[in-house]
C-alpha cells in the first residue's frame, strides 16, 4: 500500500501541465484561412519562402503537447502538402528553435 505521501506526490505528478508550446510549421502551397479550424485553431498565413520564392503557408499556434504536434503532423502528410519546416519558439521569446525533418528524398 502506498504511503500518504507517496499518494500526495501522485497526485501532485497527475495535475502539474506542461504549458503548451508555440510552433511555426512551413508548408509549401497556400492553404485557405478556414483550414485554421482543421489545424487545430492554429493561425494561418500565405508566406513567401525566401530561399525559393514559393507560395507557402505559415501555420503557427500553441501545441499542447508532442502527441498533438503529431497529430497535426499527420493531417500535413494526408494533405499531401510538402513540409519545409517546423520551428519551436522558445517561451517568453522570439527565439526559435528549428527541429530537424528527416526526409526519404
Known amino acids: 500500500m502506498k504511503s500518504d505521501r507517496i499518494k500526495q506526490e501522485d497526485k501532485h505528478r497527475s495535475t502539474v501541465k506542461n504549458p503548451a508550446e508555440f510552433y511555426e510549421i512551413l508548408v509549401q502551397g497556400q492553404l485557405d484561412s478556414l483550414w485554421g479550424q482543421w489545424f487545430e485553431g492554429m493561425k ?3 508566406v513567401e519562402n525566401g530561399e525559393s520564392g514559393v507560395a507557402c503557408t505559415l501555420i503557427a499556434g500553441q501545441v499542447a503537447d508532442q502527441s ?5 503532423l499527420i493531417k500535413i502528410r494526408d494533405l499531401n502538402l510538402k513540409l519545409i519546416s517546423v520551428r519551436r519558439i522558445l517561451p517568453g521569446t522570439n527565439t526559435p528553435v ?3 525533418i ?3 528524398h
Open 44 to 46: 494561418l498565413s500565405n
Open 98 to 100: 528549428d527541429v530537424p
Open 68 to 72: 498533438a504536434l503529431h497529430g497535426l
Open 102 to 104: 528527416k526526409t526519404d
